[in-house]
């Protein structure tokens, strides 16, 4: 054989092996950047009790009685968890430190180190309309708040085009809805209007120059612990399946209208497959088990009552579980820490949590 006829050969196996080293490089670099494909080094965060830290006040919110917070930081810190909430998981997944809460960070000064930490806007309670809890602002008054610190150019435009925002609104609007006595077939016209002001929420906070925005779709509605029957919980949930599809349908167009449409400025946080696949398999394979996914650890003792709450005389109205760890649900509402940390693990499986 002489060397004409094998240059073909090597060339073409060169390039195989070219080839291949670019796609480790480009799994490397996606596994380093994670779902949003470059180095975020600030994260601002709008939504409601699933992602506060602790900017809602004291006298109006469980999260701040015990045994709110017994597993991180070990006292009641604002958080609507036994520990951490997805805005913490979310900090550590782009390692960066959690975002200071707005409460804390408002004044904060220009260029400050507090700055750099980015902000968590999100208030339990909150809608992207007003909610059962007036006092609570709605999404579009956070990011006024997020605006107002902009126009005091306490980000530079540098620390904006290196930030991504986690936008997590997912469900109070539907409990005002109820409240308010809603009818069943006023319900997909209310659904279509609450997508269409998250579409227009999203849309802003990308406007105002943060680079990608990450939207968590609405969890499965019907299968908060105190809804459940005994014959478990409906997971045919008509009104989040159009809540989620609509949202999906919006944000592809979103993205779609950009130039470069590879670099989606809109990703999804699954919240209902992620919740489904945890109830399915009561837990998330490799990293949690709970044994009943539906019920919750910490629930009212009486009709009326729910975790946190005290009798004017200091009577506990409420019973709390042996190890929240295996549980999913902290209260009728809110997720663990170890929940929080499986639906990571589920949604951001190069995640290591
Ligand atoms: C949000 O709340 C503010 C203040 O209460 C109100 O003016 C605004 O209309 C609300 N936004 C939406 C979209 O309902
Ligand atoms: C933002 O960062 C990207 C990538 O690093 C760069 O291409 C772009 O020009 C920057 N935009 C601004 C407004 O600084
Ligand atoms: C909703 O209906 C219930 C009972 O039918 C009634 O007691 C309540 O006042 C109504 N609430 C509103 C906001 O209309
Ligand atoms: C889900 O519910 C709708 C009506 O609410 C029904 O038409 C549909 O067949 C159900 N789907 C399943 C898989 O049960």
Partial sequence: ????????????????????????????????????????????VFGDSYADTGNTP?????????????????????????GHVSTDYLAKYIRLRRPIVYKWGRYTLPGSQVARRGMNFAYGGA?????????????????????????????????????VAFFSIVGNDYLAYARRNGTKQGRPAFIRKVVKQILLDVKRIKDLGVRKVLVALSPPQKCWPSLVTPKGCDTNDTLAHLHNSLLRGGLVKLNNEKVDNNDKSFLMFDLYNAFLTIFKNK?????????????????????????????????????????????????????????????FSLLLPDSKF
């Fill in 1 to 44: 054989m002489n060397i004409t006829k094998l240059t073909p050969w090597f060339l073409f196996l060169c390039l195989i092996l070219l080839s291949d080293y670019r796609k480790v490089k480009a799994h490397e670099r996606t596994q380093k950047d994670g779902i949003f494909g470059f180095k975020a080094k600030t994260l601002f």
């Fill in 58 to 82: 004291f006298p109006i919110a469980a999260s701040w009685r015990f045994p709110y917070g017994i597993t991180f930081p070990g006292s009641p810190s604002g958080r609507f968890s036994d």
């Fill in 127 to 163: 809608g992207v309309f007003q909610t059962i809890y007036e006092v609570v602002p709605n999404a579009s008054v956070q990011i006024d708040s997020f605006e107002h610190l902009l126009r005091r150019n306490v980000y530079s435009p540098a620390d904006l085009n290196s930030s």
């Fill in 283 to 343: 837990g998330a394979p490799g990293v949690s088990k709970f044994p009943e996914p539906l019920k919750a650890c910490c629930v009212g003792t009486k009709p009326g009552h729910s975790c946190g709450d005290i009798s004017l005389i200091g009577e506990k109205l409420f019973s709390l579980c042996k190890d929240p760890k295996s549980f999913f649900f902290w209260d009728n509402v809110h997720i663990t820490d170890q929940g929080w940390r499986s639906v």
